[in-house]
Antibody
Framework: EVQLVESGGGLVQPGGSLRLSCAAS????????MNWVRQAPGKGLEWVAN????????NYGDSVKGRFTISRDNAQNSLSLQMNSLRADDTAVYYC???????????WGQGTMVTVSS | QSALTQPASVSGSPGQSITISCTGT?????????VSWYQQYPGKAPKLMIY???NRPSGISNRFSGSKSGNTASLTISGLQAEDEADYYC??????FGTGTEVTVL
């Protein structure tokens, strides 16, 4: 079964850091671009970042550029998101999503909640 | 990366057809045939319904169809059913989701 499972969410203070992980299974992870997408409580979806199959290209949304870093370990079939300098408006459910073709997200994880609050 | 514009809500009666619009610019929707649509139930992850403007993934009902004209893409749901009540989001190559549309089945 093709599956993505996120972990690492939790409560963090403003200015703090958190690292999210996404474990992939059921497909050849190393042959797909991967993404992080988030959704603030009661709000819409926001694309956060993506990374090329071999990790050589990374793109970020304007709201997280310079604070978040996406990475992957193809040997471990895992995707990560290092989040630094967290702000209250980073509070959201964070989903990892597989890319199909041109920025089409065909497989999603169940999401992990990040709450930034003092 | 400005959000694409969708109507906040659309409603219809069972069996009717509804259309959700997604308006962008000549730099995103107007420039590429890479528009996708996602269905999301409360508390659940989004699900891909349409990709590359008008293609349906395996397992998606043919009641869902997509199209594009100029800078606006559209998702049409035919033969509306109670299970179609959900939020719908578009996404265009260039990195922006739509603002989201809540579909209500009357």
């Amino acid at each position: 079964e093709v599956q993505l499972v996120e972990s690492g969410g939790g409560l963090v203070q403003p200015g703090g850091s958190l690292r999210l992980s996404c474990a992939a299974s059921g497909f050849t992870f190393s042959t797909y671009w991967m993404n992080w997408v988030r959704q603030a409580p009661g709000k819409g979806l926001e694309w956060v970042a993506n990374i090329k199959e071999d990790g050589s290209v990374k793109n970020y949304g304007d709201s997280v550029k310079g604070r978040f870093t996406i990475s992957r370990d193809n040997a471990q079939n895992s995707l990560s998101l290092q989040m630094n300098s967290l702000r209250a408006d980073d509070t959201a459910v964070y989903y990892c999503a597989r890319n199909r073709g041109y920025e089409t997200f065909d497989i999603w994880g169940q999401g992990t909640m990040v709450t930034v609050s003092s | 990366q400005s959000a694409l514009t969708q109507p906040a809500s659309v409603s219809g009666s069972p069996g009717q057809s509804i259309t959700i619009s997604c308006t962008g610019t000549s730099s995103d929707i107007g420039a590429y045939n890479y528009v996708s649509w996602y269905q999301q139930y409360p508390g659940k992850a989004p699900k891909l319904m349409i990709y590359d403007v008008s293609n349906r993934p395996s397992g998606i009902s043919n009641r869902f169809s997509g199209s594009k004209s100029g800078n606006t893409a559209s998702l049409t749901i035919s033969g509306l059913q109670a299970e179609d009540e959900a939020d719908y989001y578009c996404f265009s190559y260039g990195g922006a989701f739509g603002t989201g549309t809540e579909v209500t089945v009357l």
